[in-house]
Every structure is written in C-alpha cells, then in structure tokens.
C-alpha cells in the first residue's frame, strides 16, 4: 500500500491581476447577472414558497380544490368557471378520511377549521347534487 503522507501536494497560485477598476467592473456586474439557477431555465422561487406548509394551509388548499370542482371558485386555467360533483366529492371524502384519522391528535383551531369546512362543503355539495333533480321535477 502507498503512503500517501509521504508524497508532496500541489500548490495553487493564483496569477490573475486585479487592480482597483477591474475589481470595481466586477461588483458593479454581479447584481445584475442571474443566479445560476434562473439561467438554467428553473422558475425563481415565490414568496409563497418560503412559508412552511402548515396542516391549515393544506386543509384550505384541499377544500380551495374542491370549491373549484363544485363550480364556486372560476377556474384559473380556463379562466371560467367548471363543474365537476365527482371529483369535488372525492377530495370532500378525502377531507373526511383526513379528519377521522387526525381525531384527537389536532389542536383545537385546526379541528374547528377542518370541522366547519367539510360542513360547508358537504352542505354546498348536496344542494348542489339534488339541484338538477328539482328543476326536472
């Protein structure tokens, strides 16, 4: 085996002369070049992005979706607004899958919230699944 304690290393020398100008040149530059990642073609970060995602903030995201699919909220991809009663009721069963598994283990302001969101949700989702069914009557 060799011993690589023994062998010399390398030494680098940097040769690049700077005077005073140039150094002034290269901080006048740098806050307008762009950070390495936006020049490889990522989206710069949100200041969304920089917030944690807190149990609320999911919950309000899920049931933002599901107002979306019940024809409440105007779609932000087809700027109209668009019905959809299965897939809403499929994120409101996941809201209520979310809230059984989380009973007893949630601090009270999040039961609440997720309380009173699946009951609005449900309430908007019946009314609006027995609509059809009364003006055909």
């Known amino acids: 085996m060799e011993d690589r304690d023994d062998k010399p290393g390398f030494t680098v020398t940097d040769r690049r002369r700077f005077t005073d100008e140039a150094a002034q040149?290269?901080?006048d530059a740098a806050p307008t070049e762009k950070p390495e990642r936006e020049s490889a073609g990522a989206t710069p970060s949100r200041p969304d992005d920089l917030e944690p995602v807190t149990f609320s903030t999911f919950v309000l995201g899920?049931?933002?979706q599901a107002?979306?699919?019940l024809g409440e909220i105007e779609s932000p991809l087809a700027?109209?607004?668009e019905r959809d009663?299965?897939?809403a009721k499929d994120i409101i069963d996941v809201l209520g899958v979310l809230r059984e598994k989380t009973r007893n283990n949630l601090e009270?302001?999040?039961e609440r919230l997720l309380d009173s969101i699946l009951y609005d949700l449900r309430m908007r989702y019946v009314a609006l699944s027995r609509a059809?069914?009364?003006e055909e009557a």
């Open 132 to 134: 059809p069914k009364k």
């Open 79 to 81: 700027g109209k607004v």
């Open 85 to 87: 009663l299965g897939a």
């Open 108 to 110: 009270q302001a999040e």
């Open 25 to 27: 040149r290269e901080a």
């Open 67 to 69: 107002l979306l699919h």
């Open 62 to 64: 899920l049931s933002t």
